[in-house]
């Protein structure tokens, strides 16, 4: 935040509301949800062969 601004308390509402508005923010946190998804798989499959 810029020097000298006030924090925003949200509540989910509005931050969702926000969020929303901002499509990069939307964008990147759908891309890091779908690349944590695919390194969980990768992670299962690798205890799976470790163990099995």
């Given at each position: 935040?810029?020097?000298?601004?006030?924090?925003?308390?949200?509540?989910?509402?509005?931050?969702?509301?926000?969020h929303?508005?901002?499509?990069m923010?939307?964008?990147?946190?759908?891309?890091?949800?779908?690349?944590?998804?695919?390194?969980?798989?990768?992670?299962?499959?690798?205890?799976?062969?470790?163990?099995?």
């Amino acid at each position: 935040k810029a020097e000298g601004e006030a924090a925003k308390a949200w509540g989910e509402k509005d931050f969702r509301w926000h969020h929303n508005e901002d499509a990069m923010a939307t964008e990147k946190t759908a891309e890091g949800i779908r690349a944590f998804a695919v390194d969980g798989k990768k992670l299962d499959d690798l205890v799976a062969k470790a163990i099995g």
